[in-house]
């Protein structure tokens, strides 16, 4: 078994945490504002038909390794050449037997959603995106295994800014649909030229049976689950543009894709780092358990205040941007997806972490229930509610993370209570004076900057104030293990 270094975890972790983000940061600003100009330059209808393609490609991404790159990740043991390339193999094999088939339902794909060429031209894109993505996956997985989060992110930044930067272009130029079929292009050969450059691997060919089925036994469970979240979100996605028009579709984008800004900035982050982490500490429950409290911590910490000064100031926000008021149906969606999202910066460290300690089994029956919940409720929702329903159901079923904690506290005793309370009521002290102070003064944007920063600098004086202790302790944690 290999042997674990504690404090190297730690230190490694705690740097990747700020690689990640600090890297991530500007290039996260920068989606930020391609999306805004996207939203600005392109209608709803042409929004909906990338989201709706997009979520298509996804489903297919979910035959690609069938859970071998987290079976190698979550290993306790030291990977092996053959294992290597027994999972290259393999994946090779799935996804170009998956490109073919895409490529050949083109037609199909055409019909059952009436696209038009240029969305025909986007499905075929991100289909051989899909195949450059499936390059990356050994040289990922070598990087993230060990820790190295502030190599894994350049590939990341690398693909953001050429995607950003090619369709934002398009766009502005009137090129429509076309703006996103050369950017996805664009960024997957990016992608792929970027991560090899980094931590190169020798491509190779090869099959172990022994590595293949130990790597199985937990890859196919883990897999299993990741493709009911598949079902449960972007195969649903992918009904959604059958049973309504494109444009309620793009309402349902727009909403979702703000409502999961703070999780795509932060959660997503803290997710790359838990899941390698948490594996690295399976053996001593409980450093695992105080990795898990402060993850928990750390997510609410962030995500619980962005996430209401989005909800408070976006009905200002669609007024005050040019050409924005066309998504303003979309707000009543913004606010109960964003509830998904504060549910979710608490379940998701948790199945992570049951992940990490071999209970893929555990994680897959819970999403056996959020899939069939999603599938069940959800159209009855559509009905009674029109396609807000859509994101009334995502709260609702996010709402179950009560069912994760008391699942979790099964295999670990940790205290759930104490690292969200501090956050929750500093977020609501925020929330109520943000929402009086912006009746005077959202009117422009110089405005809304003046009262985030106020809610902003609110929230952080309250925190200090609830938490004192815990936070200069984390703060002097982090910065001894920066120094070294």
């Known amino acids: 078994m290999e042997e674990i270094d504690i404090e190297a975890v730690t230190r490694k972790s705690i740097r990747g945490v700020f690689a990640l983000v600090s890297r991530t940061f500007a290039i996260q600003v920068i989606g930020l504002i391609a999306n805004l100009l996207l939203t600005i330059f392109l209608s709803p209808s042409v929004f ?6 997009s979520a298509a490609i996804a489903f297919l991404q979910y035959f690609s390794d069938i859970g071998l790159a987290a079976a190698l990740i979550q290993k306790k043991e030291p990977i092996t050449e053959e294992e290597l390339r027994t999972t290259f193999t393999i994946q090779q094999i799935l996804v170009i037997s998956v490109v073919a088939i895409a490529l050949l339902l083109s037609g199909f794909v055409k019909s059952f959603y009436h696209l038009d060429a240029d969305g025909v031209l986007l499905f075929q894109a991100l289909v051989i995106s899909f195949f450059l993505s499936s390059l990356k996956t050994i040289p990922s997985i070598l990087l993230e295994r060990d820790l190295h989060f502030e190599k894994l992110v350049i590939p990341q930044i690398v693909e953001n800014l050429v995607f950003s930067l090619v369709a934002v272009i398009l766009a502005a130029k009137g090129f429509g649909v076309a703006s996103f079929t050369y950017a996805v292009l664009a960024r997957g050969i990016g992608g792929v030229i970027a991560i090899y450059i980094i931590n190169p691997w020798r491509i190779g060919i090869g099959f172990q049976k022994n590595a293949a089925k130990k790597l199985l036994s937990f ?3 883990f897999q299993t689950n990741s493709f009911l979240a598949l079902i449960k979100d972007d195969l649903f996605i992918a ?4 049973v309504l028009p494109l444009a309620q579709v793009g309402y349902i984008g727009f909403a979702q894709k703000w409502a999961f800004v703070p999780l795509r900035l932060i ?5 790359r780092i838990t899941f390698p982490s948490f594996s690295r500490l399976q053996e001593d429950k409980n450093i695992l358990r105080k ?3 402060k993850s928990i911590f750390a997510a609410c910490f962030l995500i619980f205040p962005s996430l209401m000064g989005l909800v408070v100031l976006a009905p200002y926000f669609v007024h005050i941007i040019p050409k924005y008021l066309k998504w303003e149906p979309a707000i009543i969606s913004l606010v109960f997806f964003a509830l998904n999202a504060a549910f979710s910066s608490i379940s998701t460290p948790l199945t992570n972490a049951l992940s990490a300690i071999g209970k893929i089994k555990v994680t897959l029956y819970l999403m056996v229930f959020w899939t069939v919940a999603n599938w069940a409720i959800t159209p009855l929702f559509i009905v009674w509610f029109g396609f807000n329903g859509v994101a009334y159901a995502s709260a609702l079923i996010a709402a179950s993370v009560v069912l994760v904690v008391f ?8 205290s759930l209570l104490r690292v969200v309370l501090n956050p929750l009521i500093a977020t609501l002290l925020m929330g109520v004076a943000v929402y009086f ?4 003064l959202a009117k422009n944007i110089i405005g809304v900057i003046f009262v ?3 809610g902003a600098v609110l929230y952080f004086l309250t925190m200090f104030a609830l938490a004192k202790n815990e936070i200069l302790s984390d703060i002097q944690m982090v910065r001894d293990n920066l120094k070294r």
């Open 437 to 440: 102070l912006s009746g005077f």
């Open 239 to 242: 009904y959604l543009g059958k």
């Open 407 to 414: 699942v979790v506290k099964r295999y670990m005793q940790f």
């Open 219 to 221: 890859g196919i469970p």
């Open 291 to 293: 990795a898990v409290e």
């Open 267 to 271: 959660m997503d982050n803290v997710i």
């Open 48 to 53: 909906g038909v990338y989201f709706v393609v």
């Open 452 to 454: 985030i920063g106020f």
